[in-house]
């Protein structure tokens, strides 16, 4: 089989393709043809190097694929299954803890690779009416937006919601928020993607490069209240407007850090005077999952794959993540 190995220190250049040997799946485990992924900036971090890894170690954290054989212990799966991945193959359920939180394509192997054995409790369906492709969007950026607002957030009809930029996690948050009833109120630097947000639902959108002090349009768009959720992925560069922008007992979910991982300046007294609930959100159990793929059984949702990628340009592919030429989420043909 055809695999993707990323070389010690990383780097795009490092990322070699080779042959492999098809496992086989042990008692507890299927073998699953992974016919499509998707980039996560977690995903270009280990590429990087950012993110050490062991040498040789198989990228990527999202799988859509087809079980083609079973161990003989297992009970959840049969031939011919469509799943996904769950990007923390060992938490099923409850709070995280440390040894829950092995992350695959980091930690273990990943799905640049045209077969996998993997437990079978590391899977869950896929939703009703969604190809694999599709599907492979969801593991990572789509459970971390659904453990944001639903899990963690509580999300409301009527509510608000901000979401920063045109990446994978910010066009599903738009696309669940609108989902459940709220209003949104999107960010991004470009006239183009600002458009194509508002196609997507977005009630209002604001250009954060002509208003770099734009939480204060939030507050002006929401009548000086500010929002009920802000899902921040930009970190240094966008943390203290977002602060500004969420009204008083609101919730921010801290998922990115597309601008910076360190902020020399928090203004502490405006987070607890206005009483903000902060939750650190990275991915969610399998249980969360499988709610997240019930509920989008009943809607129209769809993904945004703007550009897709075979296996073997996946270095281009990261070219592109890295060039933030990409609106939503970009996806990569694995096998036929």
């Avoid at 203004?267 to 399998?286: D, H, T, V």
């Amino acid at each position: 089989m055809k695999q993707v190995q990323l070389l010690k220190p990383g780097g795009l250049d490092n990322l070699h393709t080779c042959e492999a040997d098809i496992p086989e799946p042990e008692a507890k485990e299927v073998l699953v043809k992974v016919k499509a992924s998707s980039l996560n900036y977690h995903d270009l971090l280990v590429a990087l190097g950012h993110i050490p890894t062991e040498d040789k170690r198989v990228p990527l954290s999202d799988c859509g694929g087809e079980v083609i054989k079973i161990g003989n212990e297992v009970s959840m799966w049969k031939i011919g299954d469509q799943v996904m991945s769950c990007c923390f193959p060992n938490w099923i359920n409850g709070r995280p803890k440390p040894e829950l939180l092995s992350f695959i394509g980091d930690n273990e192997d990943g799905y640049a690779t045209e077969y996998i054995a993997i437990s079978e409790s590391a899977l869950t369906r896929t939703p009703s009416g969604w190809d694999l492709m599709q599907s492979a969007t969801l593991p990572c950026a789509g459970l971390t937006v659904w453990r944001a607002l639903v899990d963690e957030g509580d999300l409301q009809a009527g509510e608000t919601v901000l979401v920063q930029g045109s990446g994978g996690v910010s066009v599903f948050a738009l696309q669940l928020a609108k989902s459940k009833g709220a209003h949104v109120i999107a960010t991004s630097s470009s006239p183009e993607k600002l458009d194509k947000l508002t196609s997507l639902g977005a009630d209002k959108v604001i250009n954060y490069k002509e208003n770099p002090e734009w939480g204060r349009q939030v507050l002006a768009e929401t009548q000086g209240e500010g929002v009920d959720h802000v899902v921040e992925v930009g970190g240094a560069n966008t943390f203290g407007e977002s602060i500004r922008s969420i009204k008083m007992g609101g919730h921010m979910a801290l998922i990115g850090i597309l601008g910076g991982a360190s902020i020399n300046e928090i203004l502490l007294p405006r987070i607890f005077l206005k009483q903000i609930r902060i939750s650190g959100i990275a991915m969610g159990n399998r249980v969360s999952q499988e709610a997240m793929v019930d509920f989008l059984d009943k809607t129209d949702i769809r993904p945004v794959i703007s550009h897709t990628f075979d296996l073997n340009s996946l270095s281009e592919a990261f070219k592109l993540q890295m060039e933030n030429g990409h609106f939503g989420k970009i996806g990569i043909n694995v096998s036929d």
